[in-house]
Each structure stands twice: as structure tokens, then as C-alpha cells.
Nanobody
Framework: QVQLAESGGGLVQAGGSLRLSCVVSGRTFDSYNIGWFRQPSGQEREFVAAIIWNGAGTYYADSVKGRFTISRDNAKKNTVYLQMNSLKPEDTAVYYC???????????????WGQGTQVTVSS
């Protein structure tokens, strides 16, 4: 079993930045890929970014490429960050981190999910 806990969400003005954290715990957590997804109110959940379990690669949705960065803490290997810069109102959503060993860009590729953290970007 793997547990995930997100933090760092909040209210920010357009153009601002936030850093989300995802703390992962449980058995063999360091062998799981970690992804970030988001779900705007009334919409389906969508892929944002992912990092391969050993840090060998990172992947981004086109809508966030160049603005968001996913990384794994080298010291605290159980923590994955999502640095979000140049935020836009359309980035407003509940952000979830997830752990899995399947397809990186699809929800079905993840077995474990956090509870989510709200990000609100005001115009």
C-alpha cells in the first residue's frame, strides 16, 4: 500500500507562483512513477505532469509546458514537487498526485491517489 499527501495549494494572482508537494509513503514507494493531475470544477480530471520513479524522465501536458516543473527531492526521496510559475486563471483546479507503474499520461496508469489540494488563480 502506498499513501500520498498533497500540500501547498492556495489562492494566487495571475502571473504568480505556487509549489505543490506530494509526500509518498508505504512499501516500495520509490519504485513508483509519480504524476500530477488536476480537475477543474465541473470538468474531468486531466494529466499535468509526471516523473519516472528513478527521475530518468519528466513529462508535461502541453498546457503547462514551460511554466510547470516536476521534480523529486534528492534528499527526501519520498517527496515530489510541482513548481507552478506564470499561473493563469485556467490553472484553477484541485490538484492530485498519484503513484503508479503504468502509462504516465493516463489515470489508468496510477494505482494510488492523494486527496487533492485546491489551487485558485485570480485574474
Amino acid at each position: 500500500q502506498v499513501q500520498l499527501a498533497e500540500s501547498g495549494g492556495g489562492l494566487v494572482q495571475a502571473g504568480g507562483s505556487l509549489r505543490l508537494s506530494c509526500v509518498v509513503s508505504g512499501r516500495t514507494f520509490d519504485s513508483y512513477n509519480i504524476g500530477w493531475f488536476r480537475q477543474p470544477s465541473g470538468q474531468e480530471r486531466e494529466f499535468v505532469a509526471a516523473i519516472i520513479w528513478n527521475g530518468a524522465g519528466t513529462y508535461y501536458a502541453d498546457s503547462v509546458k514551460g511554466r510547470f516543473t516536476i521534480s523529486r527531492d534528492n534528499a527526501k526521496k519520498n517527496t515530489v514537487y510541482l513548481q507552478m510559475n506564470s499561473l493563469k486563471p485556467e490553472d484553477t483546479a484541485v490538484y492530485y498526485c498519484a503513484a503508479g507503474r503504468g502509462s504516465l499520461r493516463m489515470e489508468l496508469g496510477y494505482d494510488y491517489w492523494g486527496q487533492g489540494t485546491q489551487v485558485t488563480v485570480s485574474s
